[in-house]
C-alpha cells in the first residue's frame, strides 16, 4: 500500500455511515476488499482506520512483547480496546461504531485525515481545536523532530 495523502470535509449520516472520500478510496483501492479496522487513538479524540494489512503488521510487532509483564499486557489490552473490524460498503461508505462515535464525539461533520499508512476520523470542530492549538509551536516541534542531523532522529 502507497502512504496516503489528504484531508476531506464529510458528514457522518443519521445512521453512523460515513461516505469514504473518494481522493482517500481510490489511494486504498488496492485494499478496500481486505477491510480495516478502525480503533480509539491513543493521544486524541479521533478515531484511526488501519487498512488490515497495517493493522496485522501492527498486531505482530505487538505479539513480541513479553506478556509476562504486567505494564505490556495493560498497554496491549488498552491499545486495543474498543477495536473493531469493519468493511467499506458498497456504496463506499463505512459504518462507525456508536461507542467510537461517541469516544470520538463525532457529530454530522467530520474530518478525514490521512496520516502516513493510516486514516484519522475527526469531528471537525475537534480536528480545527486541534490543528489550531499545534499551530502555536509547529515550528518548535518540527525543529525537535524532523530538524536533527542525526538519521535516527530526523530525515535531514
Known amino acids: ?5 489528504g484531508t476531506y470535509d464529510c458528514k457522518v449520516d443519521v445512521k453512523g455511515r460515513l461516505m469514504m472520500p473518494a481522493a482517500i478510496k481510490k489511494q ?27 493493522w496485522q ?19 496491549i489490552r488498552r491499545f486495543t480496546a ?12 463505512l459504518l462507525v461504531p456508536k461507542d467510537l462515535t ?13 496520516a502516513i499508512n493510516i486514516v ?10 486541534a490543528i489550531d492549538d499545534a499551530a502555536i509551536d509547529f515550528a518548535d516541534l518540527a525543529e525537535e523532530v524532523m530538524g536533527q542531523d542525526d538519521e535516527d ?3 535531514s
Open 120 to 129: 484519522e476520523i475527526w469531528d471537525k470542530d475537534l480536528y480545527e481545536q
Open 153 to 155: 532522529y530526523g530525515i
Open 1 to 5: 500500500m502507497d502512504l496516503l495523502t
Open 57 to 75: 503488521a501492527l498486531m505482530q510487532k505487538m505479539n513480541k512483547l513479553n506478556k509476562f509483564k504486567k505494564k505490556n499486557n495493560d498497554f
Open 102 to 114: 461517541v469516544f470520538a464525539n463525532i457529530s454530522k461533520n467530520i474530518v478525514v485525515a490521512s
Open 28 to 54: 486504498l483501492a488496492s485494499v478496500l476488499d481486505d477491510g480495516f479496522v478502525l480503533r480509539r487513538s491513543v493521544f486524541q479524540k479521533c478515531l484511526e482506520l488501519y487498512p488490515m494489512q497495517e
Open 82 to 93: 474498543g477495536a473493531k473490524i469493519i468493511e467499506v460498503d458498497v456504496n463506499g461508505r
